[in-house]
């Protein structure tokens, strides 16, 4: 198994974070699957053994139906407030609360650069299927003000940056090549 790409981008990975921050009720995937950069100390998410043992990262996709989920041994999150609203984060902007209903999600975006770094290590199939919407539209000029604002985004620039080392870079790229000419320059 390869060694996690934190360790050598984020320079120091023993670096304390602030106090109070992280969240170390939710247990640390990367951790779980021996892949993660970080000491207990410093990661922002749990490496306690209980917690690794009695919650999961992912989100249980019954629990967002209708019914919800009926399992009582659903071995997936059931703790909504624990994972992001991609939407708000990623575009910040949440239909929920456009609407005028409370979100579930939590609202919180990464606020140190290496939690960002993790935000996009983990979220990187999202975000990449977010790149390649941006070729949806019929329209040349739509495509190109969509390619234009993803730019503008906070994570775009670590995603072109750090994304690569959370896929191959091949299918990464070979996915995103028609979004946009800047990112051929890139390689």
């Known amino acids: 198994m390869s060694e996690c790409t934190y360790r050598v981008q984020l320079g120091n990975p023993q670096a304390q974070p602030q106090a109070g921050s992280g969240n170390k009720w939710v247990p640390c995937e990367a951790f779980r699957r021996h892949q993660c950069g970080f000491t207990a100390d410093a990661c922002r998410f749990s490496h306690d053994a209980e917690i690794l043992q009695t919650k999961r990262r992912n989100l249980c996709k019954r629990l967002l139906k209708k019914k919800g989920c009926q399992k009582k041994t659903c071995e997936w999150s059931h703790d909504i407030g624990a994972h992001p609203c991609l939407s708000y984060i990623f575009f910040d902007e949440c239909e929920k609360e456009e609407n005028g209903e409370r979100c579930p999600f939590s609202h919180e975006k990464p606020a140190e650069e290496r939690e960002k770094i993790q935000f996009i290590h983990w979220y990187s199939y999202k975000l990449h299927q977010h790149m390649k919407g941006a070729d949806k539209g019929e329209d040349e000029a739509l495509k190109k003000k969509k390619r234009e604002l993803l730019e503008k985004r906070w994570w775009y ?29 890139l390689e």
């Open 157 to 185: 620039p670590i995603f072109i940056k750090e994304g690569r080392s959370c896929r191959s870079k091949e299918k990464l790229v070979a996915g995103m090549r028609s979004s946009t000419s800047r990112l051929e320059k």
